[in-house]
């Protein structure tokens, strides 16, 4: 496994300007990839955000296991998180997150009516890590194609709100905060889904990953996908990797068996499907705080 790094100054100065940010709005939107709802968190959000109140996004609903999804919009509420499932490009997301967000801010938009203050539209911001549909989400609550450049390096500008036909307004700017994938297996998870670059992480650590991955959790997919016997199911990932680039016809070009596969399954081709899995948790468990 390649070291990847980390980048505390671009982390810090994203965290800085997401906190600037958070002051003007009344709950945060945090994205996430409906593939991996736990690896495409970034763990510095809950104390970035401390106490502001939260609605978790599950983008991507279209490319996912709908009942690993499901596992874990329960898990999200067992945290005392409201989540839903979305697909950014459907039409009717607006309608379901103004309603998810007047339900987390339930109380205190009846305080407001009870002290006569009129209704104002609720304000927002959407945070989430690169690709995780940001823009596609806030164009599609804007109902217009609008330009996001969200809070890269050396971008500055007074804010603005755009507009939903909802009671929803949304910062022009989204809070973008880097995955953190120190940990091998969220690297191999963000690499397949294509969250991050494809050559922070070697193609065959990849390929290995991901069929070990599908024999267990979707075989049948797997086997119907590569028109796999019994026996070749049951064999390991690399004798499988040499076979299917035999099979294929690529002789000994491996790589192009891995960018086969890799398409493939970012395609949808092995079906829908959850890398992150509920029943895993106690093994990685809530990832761990502490980088700055
Ligand atoms: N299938 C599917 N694709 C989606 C969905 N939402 C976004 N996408 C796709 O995901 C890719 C990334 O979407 P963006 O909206 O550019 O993501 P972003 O978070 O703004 O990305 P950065 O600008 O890198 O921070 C694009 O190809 C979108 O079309 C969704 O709900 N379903």
Redesign the pocket.
Known sequence: MVVIQWFPGHMSKARRQVQENLKHVDIVMELVDARLPLSSRNPMLDKIIGNKPRLVII?????ADDLEIQKWVHYFESQGILAVK????EQQTVKKLTKAAREVLAEKLERASERGIQNKAIRTMII?I???????LMNRLAGKKIA?T?NRPGVTRGQQWLKTNEALEILDTPG?LWPKFEDQMIGLKLALTGAIKDDLIPKDEISIFALDFFKENYPSELKARYKLSDHEMSLSAVDLIVLLTKKYGFRDDYDRFYELLIKDIRDGKLGLYTLDRVSDLTAVDEVSDGND
């Open positions: 983008n991507k609903k279209d490319l979305i697909n950014a490009k989430g690169p690709n995780v549909g940001k823009s596609t996001i969200g973008i």
